[in-house]
Protein backbone atom coordinates (compact mmCIF):
# COMPACT_ATOMS: atom_id res chain seq x y z
CA UNK A 1 0.00 0.00 0.00
CA UNK A 2 1.86 3.02 -1.22
CA UNK A 3 -0.83 5.98 -0.33
CA UNK A 4 0.05 7.80 2.75
CA UNK A 5 -3.33 9.19 2.93
CA UNK A 6 -5.33 7.98 5.81
CA UNK A 7 -9.20 7.80 5.45
CA UNK A 8 -11.37 8.52 8.91
CA UNK A 9 -14.86 7.76 8.75
CA UNK A 10 -16.71 9.63 11.03
CA UNK A 11 -16.29 13.29 13.01
CA UNK A 12 -17.11 12.05 16.37
CA UNK A 13 -15.19 12.06 19.24
CA UNK A 14 -13.02 8.75 18.05
CA UNK A 15 -13.07 10.03 14.20
CA UNK A 16 -11.64 13.68 15.52
CA UNK A 17 -9.43 11.73 18.40
CA UNK A 18 -8.25 9.45 15.25
CA UNK A 19 -7.75 12.12 12.35
CA UNK A 20 -6.00 14.47 14.75
CA UNK A 21 -3.05 11.86 16.14
CA UNK A 22 -2.24 10.96 12.42
CA UNK A 23 -2.31 14.13 11.45
CA UNK A 24 0.21 15.15 14.02
CA UNK A 25 2.64 12.73 13.30
CA UNK A 26 2.48 13.87 9.49
CA UNK A 27 0.31 11.32 7.79
CA UNK A 28 -2.01 13.24 4.80
CA UNK A 29 -5.76 12.88 6.22
CA UNK A 30 -9.45 12.84 4.91
CA UNK A 31 -12.20 12.98 7.54
CA UNK A 32 -15.55 12.04 6.25
CA UNK A 33 -18.29 12.87 7.95
CA UNK A 34 -22.53 13.02 7.07
CA UNK A 35 -23.57 15.94 8.91
CA UNK A 36 -24.71 18.38 7.81
CA UNK A 37 -26.15 16.63 5.11
CA UNK A 38 -27.82 13.79 7.09
CA UNK A 39 -28.02 13.32 10.75
CA UNK A 40 -28.60 10.20 12.92
CA UNK A 41 -31.57 9.78 15.04
CA UNK A 42 -29.64 10.87 18.18
CA UNK A 43 -27.44 14.22 16.46
CA UNK A 44 -29.09 17.61 15.69
CA UNK A 45 -26.11 19.61 15.63
CA UNK A 46 -24.10 20.03 12.65
CA UNK A 47 -20.15 20.34 14.48
CA UNK A 48 -17.97 17.57 15.37
CA UNK A 49 -17.59 15.84 18.90
CA UNK A 50 -20.97 16.66 19.21
CA UNK A 51 -21.93 15.24 22.64
CA UNK A 52 -25.57 13.89 22.42
CA UNK A 53 -26.15 13.00 26.41
CA UNK A 54 -24.58 14.47 29.59
CA UNK A 55 -21.94 16.83 29.30
CA UNK A 56 -19.83 15.43 32.05
CA UNK A 57 -16.75 13.68 31.11
CA UNK A 58 -16.54 11.86 34.72
CA UNK A 59 -13.94 12.18 36.98
CA UNK A 60 -10.64 13.97 36.94
CA UNK A 61 -8.81 12.20 39.41
CA UNK A 62 -6.33 9.56 38.62
CA UNK A 63 -7.09 7.51 41.07
CA UNK A 64 -10.23 6.98 38.98
CA UNK A 65 -10.25 4.60 36.07
CA UNK A 66 -11.39 6.96 33.75
CA UNK A 67 -9.41 9.91 35.45
CA UNK A 68 -6.13 8.05 34.81
CA UNK A 69 -7.79 7.49 31.27
CA UNK A 70 -8.00 11.19 30.57
CA UNK A 71 -4.51 11.94 31.76
CA UNK A 72 -2.88 9.06 29.99
CA UNK A 73 -4.48 11.05 26.94
CA UNK A 74 -3.52 13.97 27.87
CA UNK A 75 0.25 13.20 28.11
CA UNK A 76 0.19 11.56 24.72
CA UNK A 77 -1.56 15.26 23.20
CA UNK A 78 -5.17 14.12 23.03
CA UNK A 79 -7.86 17.10 21.28
CA UNK A 80 -10.56 15.70 22.82
CA UNK A 81 -8.78 16.65 26.08
CA UNK A 82 -7.76 20.19 24.85
CA UNK A 83 -10.37 20.77 23.69
CA UNK A 84 -12.10 19.69 27.16
CA UNK A 85 -9.54 22.26 29.22
CA UNK A 86 -10.82 24.96 26.78
CA UNK A 87 -14.19 24.75 27.34
CA UNK A 88 -14.55 23.39 31.02
CA UNK A 89 -17.35 24.53 33.20
CA UNK A 90 -17.11 23.87 37.48
CA UNK A 91 -18.17 20.08 38.63
CA UNK A 92 -16.21 19.65 41.75
CA UNK A 93 -13.51 16.48 40.84
CA UNK A 94 -15.37 15.79 37.32
CA UNK A 95 -14.67 17.19 34.15
CA UNK A 96 -18.19 19.06 32.55
CA UNK A 97 -17.76 21.27 29.36
CA UNK A 98 -19.60 23.36 27.66
CA UNK A 99 -20.98 21.29 25.11
CA UNK A 100 -21.55 23.86 22.23
CA UNK A 101 -18.18 25.59 22.41
CA UNK A 102 -15.98 22.04 23.25
CA UNK A 103 -17.96 20.92 19.79
CA UNK A 104 -16.62 24.55 18.23
CA UNK A 105 -12.86 24.13 19.84
CA UNK A 106 -13.27 20.60 18.03
CA UNK A 107 -14.49 21.85 14.49
CA UNK A 108 -12.18 24.43 14.27
CA UNK A 109 -9.34 22.75 15.37
CA UNK A 110 -9.85 19.87 12.25
CA UNK A 111 -10.44 21.99 10.20
CA UNK A 112 -7.81 24.23 10.36
CA UNK A 113 -5.16 21.61 10.67
CA UNK A 114 -2.67 21.63 7.68
CA UNK A 115 -2.62 18.13 7.12
CA UNK A 116 -6.59 17.32 7.54
CA UNK A 117 -8.82 17.45 4.60
CA UNK A 118 -12.72 17.32 5.64
CA UNK A 119 -15.49 15.73 2.99
CA UNK A 120 -18.96 16.42 3.70
CA UNK A 121 -20.46 12.89 2.52
CA UNK A 122 -22.46 9.98 3.70
CA UNK A 123 -19.81 6.97 3.47
CA UNK A 124 -21.23 3.79 2.16
CA UNK A 125 -17.79 2.27 1.67
CA UNK A 126 -14.53 2.36 2.23
CA UNK A 127 -11.65 3.26 0.05
CA UNK A 128 -9.49 -0.13 -0.25
CA UNK A 129 -6.35 1.44 -1.42
CA UNK A 130 -5.81 3.63 1.64
CA UNK A 131 -5.21 2.96 5.04
CA UNK A 132 -8.16 3.61 7.09
CA UNK A 133 -10.33 4.49 10.33
CA UNK A 134 -13.94 3.95 10.18
CA UNK A 135 -15.31 5.42 13.59
CA UNK A 136 -18.85 5.69 12.58
CA UNK A 137 -20.44 5.32 15.87
CA UNK A 138 -23.12 3.20 17.56
CA UNK A 139 -26.05 4.88 15.28
CA UNK A 140 -23.75 3.54 11.91
CA UNK A 141 -26.21 4.61 9.03
CA UNK A 142 -27.90 1.49 6.93
CA UNK A 143 -25.71 1.37 3.66
CA UNK A 144 -22.02 1.40 6.20
CA UNK A 145 -23.48 -0.79 8.65
CA UNK A 146 -24.65 -3.44 6.26
CA UNK A 147 -20.72 -2.61 4.38
CA UNK A 148 -19.35 -3.66 7.63
CA UNK A 149 -21.56 -6.79 7.83
CA UNK A 150 -21.28 -7.76 4.43
CA UNK A 151 -18.19 -6.80 2.77
CA UNK A 152 -15.16 -6.59 5.65
CA UNK A 153 -17.10 -10.50 6.46
CA UNK A 154 -18.50 -9.59 10.49
CA UNK A 155 -21.72 -11.56 9.13
CA UNK A 156 -23.32 -9.46 11.81
CA UNK A 157 -22.94 -6.23 14.02
CA UNK A 158 -24.88 -6.38 17.53
CA UNK A 159 -27.78 -3.86 16.86
CA UNK A 160 -28.89 -4.34 21.10
CA UNK A 161 -26.52 -3.88 24.27
CA UNK A 162 -28.27 -6.39 26.40
CA UNK A 163 -25.73 -6.80 29.57
CA UNK A 164 -25.88 -7.59 33.34
CA UNK A 165 -24.14 -5.66 36.11
CA UNK A 166 -20.58 -6.29 36.84
CA UNK A 167 -18.93 -5.64 40.17
CA UNK A 168 -15.44 -5.92 41.31
CA UNK A 169 -14.72 -8.86 43.20
CA UNK A 170 -13.09 -7.14 46.02
CA UNK A 171 -16.06 -5.06 47.02
CA UNK A 172 -17.56 -8.59 47.15
CA UNK A 173 -18.37 -9.63 50.88
CA UNK A 174 -17.02 -13.25 51.19
CA UNK A 175 -18.51 -13.48 55.36
CA UNK A 176 -21.78 -13.61 53.42
CA UNK A 177 -21.29 -14.87 49.80
CA UNK A 178 -19.88 -18.46 49.26
CA UNK A 179 -18.11 -19.88 46.29
CA UNK A 180 -19.99 -23.37 44.96
CA UNK A 181 -21.33 -24.62 41.72
CA UNK A 182 -24.64 -25.94 41.57
CA UNK A 183 -24.92 -29.56 43.17
CA UNK A 184 -21.03 -29.01 42.91
CA UNK A 185 -20.42 -29.92 39.55
CA UNK A 186 -16.83 -28.97 38.90
CA UNK A 187 -15.02 -26.48 40.58
CA UNK A 188 -16.71 -23.76 42.30
CA UNK A 189 -16.90 -20.97 39.92
CA UNK A 190 -19.50 -18.85 40.83
CA UNK A 191 -20.18 -16.67 43.72
CA UNK A 192 -23.79 -16.82 45.75
CA UNK A 193 -25.52 -14.44 47.49
CA UNK A 194 -27.67 -16.30 50.09
CA UNK A 195 -31.16 -14.52 50.44
CA UNK A 196 -33.65 -15.68 53.03
CA UNK A 197 -37.62 -15.28 52.57
CA UNK A 198 -37.55 -12.08 54.24
CA UNK A 199 -34.58 -10.68 52.29
CA UNK A 200 -36.35 -11.78 48.85
CA UNK A 201 -39.38 -10.43 49.24
CA UNK A 202 -37.95 -7.22 50.20
CA UNK A 203 -35.91 -7.40 47.36
CA UNK A 204 -38.65 -8.32 44.54
CA UNK A 205 -40.36 -5.48 45.57
CA UNK A 206 -37.69 -2.86 45.57
CA UNK A 207 -37.09 -4.64 42.24
CA UNK A 208 -40.73 -4.52 40.33
CA UNK A 209 -41.54 -1.28 41.97
CA UNK A 210 -37.77 0.05 40.56
CA UNK A 211 -37.38 3.12 37.89
CA UNK A 212 -36.90 2.15 34.58
CA UNK A 213 -34.11 4.15 32.03
CA UNK A 214 -36.58 6.05 29.46
CA UNK A 215 -36.20 4.44 26.12
CA UNK A 216 -34.97 7.09 23.17
CA UNK A 217 -37.70 7.14 20.11
CA UNK A 218 -35.06 5.36 17.90
CA UNK A 219 -34.50 2.01 20.38
CA UNK A 220 -38.45 1.95 20.86
CA UNK A 221 -38.58 1.75 17.02
CA UNK A 222 -36.30 -0.97 17.26
CA UNK A 223 -37.80 -2.60 19.82
CA UNK A 224 -40.50 -3.14 17.75
CA UNK A 225 -38.97 -4.83 15.47
CA UNK A 226 -37.07 -6.73 17.09
CA UNK A 227 -39.11 -7.84 19.95
CA UNK A 228 -37.50 -11.15 20.09
CA UNK A 229 -34.53 -9.77 21.09
CA UNK A 230 -35.67 -8.77 23.79
CA UNK A 231 -38.06 -11.71 24.61
CA UNK A 232 -35.37 -13.31 24.54
CA UNK A 233 -32.91 -11.67 26.83
CA UNK A 234 -35.82 -10.43 29.15
CA UNK A 235 -35.19 -7.62 31.83
CA UNK A 236 -34.74 -8.81 35.35
CA UNK A 237 -37.30 -6.59 36.06
CA UNK A 238 -39.94 -7.54 33.59
CA UNK A 239 -39.36 -11.19 34.68
CA UNK A 240 -39.94 -10.60 38.19
CA UNK A 241 -43.02 -8.57 37.67
CA UNK A 242 -44.29 -11.73 35.35
CA UNK A 243 -45.27 -13.53 39.30
CA UNK A 244 -43.22 -13.13 42.59
CA UNK A 245 -41.96 -16.55 42.50
CA UNK A 246 -40.71 -16.37 38.97
CA UNK A 247 -37.27 -15.33 39.84
CA UNK A 248 -37.07 -18.53 42.05
CA UNK A 249 -37.38 -20.79 38.64
CA UNK A 250 -34.92 -18.48 36.99
CA UNK A 251 -31.81 -16.52 37.77
CA UNK A 252 -32.05 -16.59 41.57
CA UNK A 253 -32.67 -20.76 41.77
CA UNK A 254 -31.92 -21.83 45.03
CA UNK A 255 -31.53 -25.65 44.08
CA UNK A 256 -28.26 -27.35 44.84
CA UNK A 257 -26.48 -24.62 46.11
CA UNK A 258 -25.92 -25.42 49.37
CA UNK A 259 -24.14 -23.01 52.13
CA UNK A 260 -21.95 -25.40 53.66
CA UNK A 261 -21.61 -22.95 56.62
CA UNK A 262 -25.18 -23.71 57.39
CA UNK A 263 -26.08 -26.76 55.79
CA UNK A 264 -28.92 -26.03 53.53
CA UNK A 265 -30.09 -24.22 50.74
CA UNK A 266 -31.45 -20.56 50.79
CA UNK A 267 -34.51 -19.27 49.83
CA UNK A 268 -32.79 -17.84 46.65
CA UNK A 269 -29.94 -17.41 45.32
CA UNK A 270 -28.10 -14.27 43.03
CA UNK A 271 -24.99 -16.14 41.02
CA UNK A 272 -22.56 -14.25 39.98
CA UNK A 273 -20.01 -15.34 37.50
CA UNK A 274 -16.19 -14.37 36.58
CA UNK A 275 -15.70 -11.88 34.06
CA UNK A 276 -11.87 -12.32 33.00
CA UNK A 277 -9.98 -14.86 33.97
CA UNK A 278 -8.00 -13.26 36.66
CA UNK A 279 -11.02 -12.83 38.53
CA UNK A 280 -11.17 -9.56 38.88
CA UNK A 281 -14.77 -8.99 38.04
CA UNK A 282 -17.79 -10.41 38.43
CA UNK A 283 -20.98 -10.29 36.10
CA UNK A 284 -24.86 -10.64 37.70
CA UNK A 285 -25.78 -13.79 36.09
CA UNK A 286 -29.17 -13.40 34.23
CA UNK A 287 -29.73 -9.68 35.42
CA UNK A 288 -30.25 -7.97 32.20
CA UNK A 289 -31.76 -4.81 32.75
CA UNK A 290 -33.11 -1.64 32.14
CA UNK A 291 -33.39 0.23 35.22
CA UNK A 292 -31.74 3.69 35.58
CA UNK A 293 -28.36 2.99 36.81
CA UNK A 294 -28.90 4.64 40.06
CA UNK A 295 -31.77 2.27 40.84
CA UNK A 296 -29.21 -0.96 39.80
CA UNK A 297 -26.99 0.87 42.56
CA UNK A 298 -30.15 0.85 45.41
CA UNK A 299 -32.05 -2.29 44.53
CA UNK A 300 -28.89 -4.51 43.83
CA UNK A 301 -26.97 -3.63 46.93
CA UNK A 302 -30.37 -5.05 48.81
CA UNK A 303 -28.03 -8.65 47.30
CA UNK A 304 -26.47 -9.99 50.84
CA UNK A 305 -23.52 -9.72 49.83
CA UNK A 306 -23.50 -6.75 47.54
CA UNK A 307 -24.17 -4.10 50.13
CA UNK A 308 -21.06 -2.44 49.52
CA UNK A 309 -20.85 -3.58 45.67
CA UNK A 310 -18.67 -1.29 43.34
CA UNK A 311 -20.09 -1.33 40.00
CA UNK A 312 -17.71 -1.71 36.55
CA UNK A 313 -20.49 -1.70 34.25
CA UNK A 314 -24.12 -1.01 34.76
CA UNK A 315 -26.86 -3.23 33.33
CA UNK A 316 -28.12 -1.98 30.32
CA UNK A 317 -30.70 -2.94 27.51
CA UNK A 318 -30.56 -0.59 24.42
CA UNK A 319 -30.02 -0.29 20.68
CA UNK A 320 -25.70 -0.13 20.66
CA UNK A 321 -24.62 -1.15 17.34
CA UNK A 322 -20.76 -2.82 17.98
CA UNK A 323 -18.81 -5.67 16.01
CA UNK A 324 -18.22 -9.18 18.31
CA UNK A 325 -14.48 -7.31 18.04
CA UNK A 326 -12.63 -10.20 20.11
CA UNK A 327 -10.42 -12.13 17.06
CA UNK A 328 -11.63 -9.87 14.98
CA UNK A 329 -9.55 -6.95 16.06
CA UNK A 330 -6.29 -6.20 17.48
CA UNK A 331 -4.58 -4.58 20.33
CA UNK A 332 -4.31 -1.73 17.80
CA UNK A 333 -8.21 -1.40 17.02
CA UNK A 334 -6.94 -3.42 13.47
CA UNK A 335 -8.81 -5.62 11.42
CA UNK A 336 -7.72 -8.92 11.60
CA UNK A 337 -9.62 -11.28 9.16
CA UNK A 338 -8.94 -13.15 6.38
CA UNK A 339 -5.50 -11.15 6.53
CA UNK A 340 -6.75 -7.81 6.24
CA UNK A 341 -4.66 -5.15 7.06
CA UNK A 342 -4.69 -1.45 7.10
CA UNK A 343 -8.66 -1.52 7.94
CA UNK A 344 -8.85 -0.01 11.49
CA UNK A 345 -12.10 0.72 13.86
CA UNK A 346 -12.65 3.24 16.66
CA UNK A 347 -15.29 4.19 19.33
CA UNK A 348 -18.37 2.75 20.74
CA UNK A 349 -18.23 0.24 17.98
CA UNK A 350 -15.65 -1.64 19.10
CA UNK A 351 -16.94 -2.54 22.44
CA UNK A 352 -15.68 0.61 24.39
CA UNK A 353 -18.30 2.74 26.20
CA UNK A 354 -18.76 6.13 27.06
CA UNK A 355 -17.28 9.75 25.54
CA UNK A 356 -13.65 9.57 26.53
CA UNK A 357 -13.09 5.49 26.00
CA UNK A 358 -14.65 6.40 22.79
CA UNK A 359 -11.65 8.87 22.14
CA UNK A 360 -9.28 6.55 23.95
CA UNK A 361 -9.47 4.17 21.50
CA UNK A 362 -10.01 6.99 18.15
CA UNK A 363 -6.08 7.65 20.03
CA UNK A 364 -4.64 4.09 19.46
CA UNK A 365 -6.41 3.65 16.03
CA UNK A 366 -5.37 6.79 14.66
CA UNK A 367 -1.82 6.60 16.25
CA UNK A 368 -1.46 3.44 14.68
CA UNK A 369 -3.00 4.02 11.20
CA UNK A 370 -0.41 7.19 10.78
CA UNK A 371 2.12 5.08 11.59
CA UNK A 372 0.85 1.77 9.15
CA UNK A 373 0.68 4.23 6.18
CA UNK A 374 4.14 6.21 6.83
CA UNK A 375 5.79 2.96 7.22
CA UNK A 376 6.85 3.04 10.93
CA UNK A 377 6.50 0.62 13.46
CA UNK A 378 3.20 -0.20 15.04
CA UNK A 379 2.62 1.10 18.60
CA UNK A 380 0.84 -1.14 21.41
CA UNK A 381 0.11 0.07 24.32
CA UNK A 382 0.93 -2.39 27.22
CA UNK A 383 -2.14 -3.75 29.36
CA UNK A 384 -0.55 -1.69 32.56
CA UNK A 385 -2.06 1.53 30.97
CA UNK A 386 -5.96 1.97 30.90
CA UNK A 387 -5.54 2.99 26.83
CA UNK A 388 -3.98 -0.62 26.32
CA UNK A 389 -6.00 -2.77 28.64
CA UNK A 390 -9.20 -1.48 26.76
CA UNK A 391 -7.48 -2.09 23.67
CA UNK A 392 -6.97 -5.70 24.72
CA UNK A 393 -10.28 -6.03 26.37
CA UNK A 394 -11.61 -5.24 22.64
CA UNK A 395 -9.26 -7.79 21.06
CA UNK A 396 -9.56 -10.55 23.08
CA UNK A 397 -13.08 -9.75 25.47
CA UNK A 398 -13.80 -11.61 28.55
CA UNK A 399 -14.90 -15.22 29.39
CA UNK A 400 -18.26 -14.49 28.54
CA UNK A 401 -20.11 -12.95 25.76
CA UNK A 402 -18.52 -9.31 24.65
CA UNK A 403 -20.39 -6.39 25.57
CA UNK A 404 -19.29 -3.10 25.58
CA UNK A 405 -17.14 -1.53 28.89
CA UNK A 406 -16.44 1.55 30.51
CA UNK A 407 -13.00 2.25 32.00
CA UNK A 408 -12.31 0.19 34.83
CA UNK A 409 -9.33 -0.94 37.09
CA UNK A 410 -10.50 -4.52 36.58
CA UNK A 411 -9.29 -4.84 33.33
CA UNK A 412 -5.75 -3.34 34.06
CA UNK A 413 -3.25 -5.79 34.70
CA UNK A 414 -2.84 -5.91 38.66
CA UNK A 415 0.13 -4.97 40.84
CA UNK A 416 2.95 -7.79 41.49
CA UNK A 417 2.69 -6.61 45.25
CA UNK A 418 -0.18 -5.82 47.33
CA UNK A 419 -0.82 -1.77 48.36
CA UNK A 420 -1.48 -0.96 51.90
CA UNK A 421 -3.93 1.62 52.44
CA UNK A 422 -7.20 0.22 51.01
CA UNK A 423 -8.68 0.61 47.22
CA UNK A 424 -7.84 4.47 46.76
CA UNK A 425 -4.27 3.37 47.59
CA UNK A 426 -3.94 0.55 45.44
CA UNK A 427 -6.00 2.36 42.20
CA UNK A 428 -3.24 5.11 42.83
CA UNK A 429 -0.28 2.63 42.72
CA UNK A 430 -2.04 1.41 39.88
CA UNK A 431 -2.15 4.78 38.09
CA UNK A 432 1.32 5.91 39.02
CA UNK A 433 2.57 2.92 37.32
CA UNK A 434 0.55 3.68 34.31
CA UNK A 435 1.36 7.42 33.49
CA UNK A 436 5.37 6.59 34.09
CA UNK A 437 4.84 3.93 31.09
CA UNK A 438 3.26 6.58 29.14
CA UNK A 439 5.82 9.18 29.71
CA UNK A 440 8.22 6.15 28.66
CA UNK A 441 6.52 5.87 25.31
CA UNK A 442 5.92 9.26 24.91
CA UNK A 443 9.76 9.75 25.12
CA UNK A 444 10.43 6.88 23.17
CA UNK A 445 8.36 7.79 19.97
CA UNK A 446 8.81 11.69 20.02
Not at 27 to 42: R, S
Not at 74 to 87: K, P, V
Not at 383 to 397: E, Q
Request: charged share 25%; net charge negative; hydrophobic share 40%.
Amino acid sequence: MTDKRITVYGAGLAGCEAAWQAAERGAPVTLVEMKPHKHTPAHHADGFAELVCSNSLRSDVTSNAVGLLKEEMRRMGSLIMEAAEATRVPAGSALAVDREKFSEYITEKIKNHPNIEVVYAEAKEIDRERVCVIATGPLTSEPMADYIANELGFGSLHFFDAAAPIVSAESINTDIAFFASRYDKGDADYINCPMNEDQYNAFWEALVSAEEAELKEFDRDEQKKNIKVFEGCMPVEVMARRGKDTLLFGPLKPVGLIDKRVGKESHAVVQLRKENKEGTMYNLVGFQTHLTFPEQRRVFRMIPGLENAEFLRYGVMHRNTYLNSPGNLDEHYRLVRSGERGVYFAGQMTGVEGYIESAGSGMVAGINAAYEALGEELLEFPKATMLGAMASYVANGGVSAFAPMNANFGIIDPLPTRVKGGKIAKNQALADRALSIIDEIKEQRK
